[in-house]
């Protein structure tokens, strides 16, 4: 993908991929940076991975394995056990996941700021399209009718950041197959439910349209 928006990072659109793969392509990444750091190298450029996953449960490394359902493989998916915060949630088609491996010292932000930034991202791009979200102070992530009884869980966040170098990132749910979700207890939170841009539209998105419009608020956001 190459939006026409300039970027303070490199975008690199991965396509459809598995989970496993992906974790690949981002500890790379990862990795070469905080080995810039440790030796006072100068720094790769920060770069945003954008992926389509084929279904797969990943869980956070405080998470209680508990939320998990139905094995896995009943259902056609993978399980990951991972080193980003939260609890278990899912990907698969139809979600936009970003993985931003960014150096937040260059974008002189913290990690509450860098969270707070991605959560406005997506809050921005589902605004164009006529849905309201907004964030619940216990629970991270992009929500509607995050105001009331009725709270459902758009796009959720999860991030690992070592020396003010981040991975994992974000799910955002477009065009996903939410039954999915019934088969774990998503981000530990039973309460509260899960949406997607179709479920609240009626119709299927324009996926490519959507992750453009992802790239441009990030862009905004981090310039």
Known sequence: MNPAVRAPFDVVDLGGMSYGDALQEQEVRFQAMLEAKRKASPLPNSTFLL????????????????????????????FYKTTRGGDITYHGPGQIVGYPIFDLER?????????????????????????????????????IDYDNEHARKICAIGVKASRYVTMHGFAFNVNTDLRYFEHIIPCGIDDKGVTSMEKEL????????????VVEAFADLFS
């Open 107 to 143: 974008f002189e932000m913290g990690v509450a700021k860098y969270i707070w930034s991605m959560e406005e991202a997506i809050i921005q791009v589902i605004k164009k399209h006529g849905l309201e979200g907004g964030r619940i102070e216990e629970a991270s992530g992009v929500w």
């Open 202 to 213: 009626g119709r299927a998105q324009d996926f490519e349209a959507i992750k453009k419009e």
């Open 51 to 78: 992926v389509e996953h084929t279904p797969v449960y990943t869980l956070g490394k405080s998470g209680d394995l508990n939320n998990l359902r139905r094995k896995p493989e009943e259902v056609g998916a993978e």
